[in-house]
């Protein structure tokens, strides 16, 4: 019984990012560490800072990411991608020429050697923000994504990052906010009331949020935030019976 791992928001090319690089490398040291072991990995969302893939065109850089995820899938590793709010603007790239399992749908329940997982990037879920839901419904028409993809990379690109950036520059020291508490947090609210409805559930597991908790809601029950591959580089490894997070450290912790 191989392992599963689980991991979000890496903002690969982020402008707000200094050493990006560096950042680049230690996910795919991670991710080549685990390539023998793992059963199969999922990736909650915003892997990259912004992605749109035109007819022919898509960003510049991310080689050795790609060329690491390509080299899993052609061992046989199964690699799930769900789309977050930064790069939900994929058309088959990542399919047919990474190999990966694309998801686009909002959440997927999932059974895993025999639990239940809710999956999910988690950006609308539990909140009621209006202008929020606007911005995401827009992001999502298809017509406005078509013409979008008129523009000219050169310029469509480069307007993603700086937009991408200036969202997480406004916030203090460019950071996410700490966490609010349980009863403020809007992906743990989500999953309490999710629960009410979906006793069955065992794991709810989001990205989005960049921070790393992990609760208990029930006896059978758990809720995990993944943290992000920015500042936290945490994951969490479910090895058929148990699921732990961990922060991966070069040369110092065993994925």
């Known amino acids: 019984m191989k392992p599963i791992y689980f991991l979000s928001d890496a903002h690969l090319g982020s402008l707000a990012i200094v050493s990006r690089r560096m950042q680049e490398r230690r996910l795919v ?21 912004f992605w749109h893939e035109y007819k022919t065109v898509v960003p510049k850089g991310f080689t050795r990411f790609l060329g690491k995820i390509s080299e899993l899938t052609d061992l ?38 025999g639990k239940i997982f809710y999956l999910a990037h988690g ?23 078509r013409l979008f993809a008129a523009l000219h990379p050169r310029w469509g690109v480069d307007f993603g990052l700086q937009w991408a950036k200036r969202s997480r520059l406004k916030r203090e020291d460019g950071k996410e906010p700490p966490f609010q508490g349980e ?49 936290l580089f945490t994951y969490a490894v479910f090895d058929g019976e148990h699921l732990f997070l961990e922060e991966f450290v070069e040369g110092e912790t065993e994925p």
């Open 29 to 49: 040291n991670f991710l080549d560490s685990i390539k023998h072991k793992a059963g199969a990995i999922y990736m909650l969302g915003d892997m990259f800072d």
């Open 76 to 113: 046989g590793v199964e690699v799930h991608y769900f789309t977050g709010n930064h790069d939900l603007w994929m058309h088959g790239y990542l399919e047919e020429e990474c190999g990966v399992v694309l998801h686009k749908e909002t959440s997927c329940t999932v059974e895993l050697y």
């Open 123 to 145: 950006d609308g879920l539990g909140i009621d923000d209006r202008g929020f839901k606007l911005l995401r419904a827009l992001f999502h028409n298809k017509w406005a994504q």
């Open 183 to 231: 009863d403020k947090e809007p992906l743990i609210l989500f999953a309490k009331r999710y629960l009410k409805d979906h006793p069955d559930i065992n794991f709810f597991l989001f990205g989005h949020r960049h921070i790393d908790y992990d609760l208990m809601l029930s006896r059978t029950s758990r809720v995990v935030l993944l943290g992000d591959w920015i500042s």
